[in-house]
């Protein structure tokens, strides 16, 4: 049993054992006994299992399999390459380049485009975050007021030799100026089988019960791709858990939670779609002094060049016209 399942024994041993929510573990030999008044990551809900609701709240992601169908993944690939053929234009859309991809002569199509990021105003794509089986798992930790804030497809190309193909462990909170980071959640759906070796998702369970820390780009000598901050102090001993996906499942993981991706040592691109959710009755604030300063400086830039604003637009502005409510009601953010 973790150190957070030992703290949480302690408390519950004062409260009403009928009450209780019982996790065993998958050999169902250890069994886990947990109040919903001390579950803090999630919300009272009767579609996570208890073993589900209890990884979540210890280890800060839950992947679920075969969430999203074929179907569906199938056309959000057609719309992505649609986009990367040039044969429609999407409002508000950021076409990322990885690096090294960017210098060399590839044609306009997908091998050239390494992401695709803010696709809001793309019908297809932004199915995907509407997804009534995607909603239902959200609900479990935003509660029933759903923003859709950041969208992303993320294309990550076979690694050009110089390693740039890696994306630096960081947490996704360092992006985003509105709280409480419990009610946001990201989730991240495989478009195809992912493995380590193509690189697939590196997380390091129970992060998300630590702080934010702070983040910048980091020194690697064959580039870093533009806003790929990572974080500069973490446990390099920190137990790792690589999370090999087919295509359809989705993880759900928390934004605190420190994850990262390695190469894509395969001749293929490695596909998968994703959104970070929050709840609307999420509120922003302001991060001038805080860790987050570089990011807030590096956004502000790029929109006000993007949109020729000067120095008028700030960094909840960037956010709030990305926002999209998906469920409920939009209350504050």
Known sequence: MSRAADRLKVFLNHLDRSSFIQASSTSG?????????????????????????????????????????????????????????????????????????????????????????????????????????????????TGPNIMAMHTMLINKPPDAGKKTSRHPMHQDLHYFPFRPADRIVCSWTAMER??????????LPSTHTGILKEHDYPEWEGGVNKMYHGIRDFDPQHPRVHLEMEKGDTVFFHPLLIHGSGMNQTEGFRKAISCHYASSDCYYIDVRGTTQEN?????????????DLGDSITFQDTWAVRGRLVQGDRTSL
């Open 295 to 307: 990011i807030e400086k590096e956004v502000k830039e790029i929109a006000a060049r993007k949109y």
């Open 29 to 141: 030999q250890n069994v886990a006994y947990y109040h919903p008044q001390v579950l803090r990551y999630t919300l009272d809900n009767d579609l996570l299992t208890p073993e589900q609701r209890i990884s979540y709240e210890e280890n800060g992601f839950v992947l679920i399999k075969n969430l999203v169908s074929d179907e569906d993944i199938d056309r959000f690939r057609g719309a992505f390459e649609r986009i990367c053929r040039r044969e429609v234009q999407v409002p508000g859309l950021v076409v990322m380049r990885d690096v090294a991809i960017s210098r060399s002569e590839f044609v306009q199509d997908q091998k050239a485009v390494s992401k695709l990021q803010d696709f809001q105003e793309d019908p297809e794509l932004f199915r995907y975050c509407s997804l009534p089986q995607i909603l239902k798992f959200v609900e479990c930790f």
């Open 194 to 203: 992912v493995t380590r070796q193509n690189g697939c998702l590196v997380v």
